[in-house]
């Protein structure tokens, strides 16, 4: 039997990819996710990998294609193919599956679960698997509640953060900027602990920034916060280039066009307005190339490989594609995703302390330790 306290089940999975499911990616491995320890996340992916997961969507009759950086999507480019698929997986396999049912609380009691709904059910158990996802877009019904769950079956709990999170910024360049997009690269510098540098497309929005590098950055940027670490945020416009690089072209532009404003040459590597906000951000708004001083040359360099961004917050949890934090993943067995604590239960997904970069991983994770616990629970039932 499937509880789910939704209305209709794989909200999340109709929302994702733009509509599309970015059901998982070509290539995906432990150092594709943060949380808990690694050998534990590779010996999960490697019990399911991508191969077999595009098998089983094969043969509920979701084919996948691939797309930009690895990204697997099905053919019918609609997330709703996903869910029906799977949907009718389980009709054939005859799961029961009951929606509106939210569950309040789950008890061993001897050798059996009690597993009581909102709806006054009580349903009797002898193995439970917990797959009540993190707290990312709580309206799907993914609010967290399942922590408590597992709390009180003996669980901790890593306190949780948003992940793949659009970023609030501070002053005024972003929305000047809004609905421009480009490659970046986004340095997080946390006090004490080795840069992490990721690379792809920023889009300047409204409120801040967004984009897959920015997604990809936040949950970095709000780990730091929550341990009330130093954070900075930088970025550089012009990845795969070096300061000399830049410098010696802007040398070569100066001699070549002389009168020409900064702007107008930076124009030629990056979005017209983007160069003008880098000129206004380093002062040069007045200067042509042939008066550009080797300080203030040095200055506009500095400027296009490390601004900071004024990062006051993420979008939260109502914006944001996954959680970090959650059930600490030594307290579950990687070989059947059985908890270490309470005999009987299982947990996937989500709800563990694993969180995977953009791009299919956390669907993946999903899958794997799925089939994981499956299997697991499959085999207990024959023995
Ligand atoms: C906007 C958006 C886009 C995304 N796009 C992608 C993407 O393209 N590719 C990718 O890999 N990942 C994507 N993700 C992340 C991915 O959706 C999640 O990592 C994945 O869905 C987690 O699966 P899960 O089964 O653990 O939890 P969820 O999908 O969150 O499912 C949990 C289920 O448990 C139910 N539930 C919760 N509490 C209870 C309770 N107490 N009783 C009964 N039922 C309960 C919920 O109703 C829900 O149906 C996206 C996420 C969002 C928010």
């Given at each position: ?9 794989g ?11 970015n ?6 491995s ?70 509106g ?38 309206k ?78 936040s ?35 100066a ?9 107008t040459?930076l ?78 239960l ?38």
């Amino acid at each position: 039997m499937c509880l789910d306290g939704a209305r209709r089940v794989g909200a999340k999975i109709l929302v994702s990819g733009g509509s599309r499911c970015n059901v998982t990616n070509r290539v995906v491995s432990e150092r594709d996710f943060w949380g808990g320890s690694s050998r534990t996340i590779r010996s999960v992916l490697r019990a399911f990998p991508v191969e077999r997961t595009i098998g089983f969507f094969r043969e509920i009759g979701v084919d996948l294609h691939e797309e930009e950086n690895g990204k697997l999507f099905p053919d019918s480019n609609s997330s709703r193919t996903v869910v029906e698929g799977l949907l009718r997986e389980m009709a054939r396999l005859g799961v029961d599956l009951r929606c509106g049912e939210r569950v309040v609380a789950v008890r061993r009691d001897s050798d059996a679960f009690v597993v009581t709904t909102g709806s006054g059910g009580e349903f009797s158990a002898r193995a439970v698997v917990l797959a009540t996802g993190g707290r990312s877009l709580p309206k799907s019904g993914s609010d967290g509640g399942g922590y408590a769950l597992a709390a009180a079956l003996g669980h901790g709990y890593v306190p949780t953060t948003p992940a793949l999170a659009p970023l609030l910024l501070d002053g005024e360049r972003h929305s000047e900027l809004s609905g421009v997009a480009m490659p970046a690269r986004l340095t997080v510098r946390v006090e004490g602990e080795s840069d992490v540098k990721l690379d792809g497309a920023l889009l300047w929005t409204h409120f801040g920034a967004s984009g897959p590098v920015v997604l990809d950055a936040s949950r970095h940027w709000h780990r730091a916060r929550l341990e009330k670490r130093a954070v900075d945020v930088l970025l550089n416009l012009c990845p795969g280039e070096t300061f000399e690089s830049i410098e010696a072209s802007l040398i070569e532009e100066a001699r070549a066009r002389p009168r020409a404003l900064p702007a107008t040459v930076l124009a030629k590597r990056l979005p017209a307005a983007v160069a003008e906000s880098c000129v206004r951000a380093a002062g040069l708004e007045r200067v042509t190339m042939a008066h550009l001083t080797k300080d203030e040359r040095r200055r506009l360099i500095q400027v296009l490989l490390t601004t900071p961004l004024s990062v006051v917050d993420s979008r939260g949890y109502a914006f944001a594609e996954a959680t970090a934090g959650g059930v600490p993943l030594d307290e579950i067995d990687a070989a059947s995703m059985a908890s270490r604590r309470c005999p009987g239960l299982y947990l996937v997904g989500e709800i563990l302390d694993v969180d995977g970069r953009l791009g299919g991983f956390n669907f993946q994770w999903a899958w794997s330790s799925a089939w994981v616990a499956g299997r697991a629970i499959a085999s207990a039932c024959q023995s």
